[in-house]
C-alpha cells in the first residue's frame, strides 16, 4: 500500500500525491464538462440534460425515477426538474410502473431516439479528441481506480 500522508490531509496547499491526484481529478472534470458544454449546446442540450439521457440510454428505458437519480448520484428531487425539461424538449416521457403505479418510468420518444444517435457520435467524437494519446491500459487503470473511489461514496 502507498505511503499515508502524514500531515493534515484535507489541506489542499500540503503537497503530495493524493492531494494532487484530487486537484487534477477535479480540473480534469472542469475541463471535460467544458468541452462537452460547448460542444452540445448547438443541439439544444445543457451538460446536465445531456449526461441524463446517457446515462438513461446506459440503464436502460423503463428505469424509475429514483434508480436513475441514484445512477447519476444526485437527489431525486434535482432530477425531477432535469426530467420536466427533457419532457418538455419531447425527449422523454414518464410512465407509470406496472408494477408500483406510484413509481414512474422513463422512456425515449421518437424525437430522443433520433438526437441520441447524434449525441452517440458526438461521444465518439469527444472521447477521440480526449482520449486517444491513452492507451487502453491506463484507462483500465485509471478505471479501477474511479471504480474504487466510487465504492467509497
Same mark, same amino acid.
Given at each position: 500500500?502507498?505511503?499515508?500522508?502524514?500531515?493534515?490531509?484535507?489541506?489542499?496547499?500540503?503537497?503530495?500525491?493524493?492531494?494532487?491526484?484530487?486537484?487534477?481529478?477535479?480540473?480534469?472534470?472542469?475541463?471535460?464538462?467544458?468541452?462537452?458544454?460547448?460542444?452540445?449546446?448547438?443541439?439544444?442540450?445543457?451538460?446536465?440534460?445531456?449526461?441524463?439521457?446517457?446515462?438513461?440510454?446506459?440503464?436502460?428505458?423503463?428505469? &424509475?425515477?429514483? *434508480? $436513475?437519480?441514484?445512477?447519476?448520484? #444526485?437527489?431525486?428531487?434535482? /432530477?425531477?426538474?432535469?426530467?420536466?425539461?427533457?419532457?418538455?424538449?419531447?425527449?422523454?416521457?414518464?410512465?407509470?410502473?406496472?408494477?408500483?403505479?406510484?413509481?414512474?418510468?422513463?422512456?425515449?420518444?421518437?424525437?430522443?431516439?433520433?438526437?441520441?444517435?447524434?449525441?452517440?457520435?458526438?461521444?465518439?467524437?469527444?472521447?477521440?479528441?480526449?482520449?486517444?494519446?491513452? &492507451?487502453?491500459? *491506463? $484507462?483500465?487503470?485509471?478505471?479501477? #481506480?474511479?471504480?474504487?473511489? /466510487?465504492?467509497?461514496?
Amino acid at each position: 500500500m502507498g505511503k499515508v500522508q502524514t500531515t493534515d490531509p484535507g489541506d489542499l496547499a500540503v503537497p503530495g500525491p493524493r492531494t494532487e491526484f484530487l486537484y487534477k481529478l477535479a480540473q480534469s472534470f472542469r475541463s471535460i464538462r467544458s468541452h462537452i458544454e460547448s460542444t452540445v449546446k448547438s443541439h439544444g442540450l445543457t451538460y446536465s440534460t445531456w449526461t441524463t439521457l446517457m446515462y438513461l440510454q446506459r440503464a436502460g428505458e423503463g428505469v &424509475s425515477q429514483k *434508480e $436513475l437519480a441514484s445512477i447519476i448520484h #444526485i437527489e431525486t428531487p434535482s /432530477l425531477v426538474g432535469l426530467l420536466d425539461s427533457l419532457e418538455k424538449q419531447a425527449l422523454i416521457e414518464r410512465r407509470p410502473s406496472p408494477r408500483d403505479r406510484r413509481t414512474n418510468e422513463i422512456f425515449f420518444t421518437a424525437r430522443a431516439k433520433d438526437l441520441m444517435h447524434e449525441i452517440n457520435e458526438i461521444g465518439v467524437e469527444i472521447r477521440a479528441h480526449l482520449l486517444s494519446d491513452f &492507451s487502453d491500459d *491506463e $484507462l483500465d487503470a485509471c478505471v479501477r #481506480i474511479f471504480d474504487r473511489l /466510487l465504492e467509497l461514496s
